[in-house]
């Protein structure tokens, strides 16, 4: 259906899923929803946040190396004390931001 890729409430859905699956320790689905959730433009911060974290907890390095960019790109100005208070992150995923 053609309104529902306008559904504006589409976004905020792929992004509450991709941080429910993070609470859940599951991981792959984590970044795949955060992922699908960065598609859309204007998806709240705090995906970016999700996405590193959940890829560190995959092990995969590399990606979660790039993902701070995007976020710095998407909020300039972002500090790491806004990270650690507002995501659930620990020390060695805000030592690549």
């Not at 699956?21 to 699908?36: D, G, P």
């Not at 790039?66 to 992150?89: I, K, Q, T």
Request: proline share 6%.
């Amino acid at each position: 259906m053609r309104w529902v890729a306008q559904c504006q409430t589409i976004p905020p859905f792929t992004a509450r899923l991709a941080m429910a699956y993070y609470f859940l320790h599951r991981y792959e689905e984590a970044v795949e929803w955060a992922r699908r959730a960065l598609r859309y433009p204007n998806i709240s911060w705090p995906v970016h946040g999700f996405l590193v974290s959940a890829l560190r907890q995959l092990g995969e390095e590399t990606e979660a190396r790039e993902a701070p960019d995007n976020l710095l790109r998407f909020r300039s100005g972002m500090s790491v004390a806004v990270v650690r208070e507002h995501l659930p992150v620990t020390d060695r995923d805000i030592s690549i931001i």
